[in-house]
């Protein structure tokens, strides 16, 4: 079982900046792949990014590119969210999510999730 805990969300301006960090507490997945998620009232979760804890490999979501970038740290199940030039239709809460031998956008592709942080921008 694999347990996230993201952190980093906030209140911010438009034109802002943020960085969520998501931690996991496993890390015998030699193919964990960690992204990043949106969801809104109403709406299904929105695909954000996505990255291979070892391969390093990353994709950004066309929605935000240019805006958002997903790291990860060096020797540690962590990963970053750096989101710039915040626009207050990227008010959402931000989950961190986790799966096992996946390289997909699908939300039902990956099998764990953070409890999520709330993520407002005012205009």
């Known amino acids: 079982q694999v347990q996230l805990i993201e952190s980093g969300g906030g209140s911010v301006q438009a034109g802002g900046s943020l960085r969520l960090s998501c931690a996991a507490s496993e890390r015998t997945y030699s193919t964990l792949v960690m992204g990043w998620f949106r969801q809104t009232p109403g709406k299904s979760r929105e695909f954000l990014g996505r990255i291979g804890m070892n391969s390093g490999v990353k994709v950004v979501a066309d929605s935000v590119k240019g805006r958002f970038a997903i790291s990860k740290a060096q020797g540690a199940h962590t990963i970053y969210l750096q989101m710039d030039s915040l626009k207050p239709e990227d008010t959402a809460v931000y989950f961190c999510?986790?799966?096992?031998?996946?390289?997909?956008?699908?939300?039902?592709?990956?099998?764990?999730w953070g409890p999520g942080t709330q993520v407002t921008v005012s205009s």
């Open positions: 999510a986790a799966g096992s031998n996946i390289w997909s956008d699908d939300p039902n592709n990956f099998r764990f």
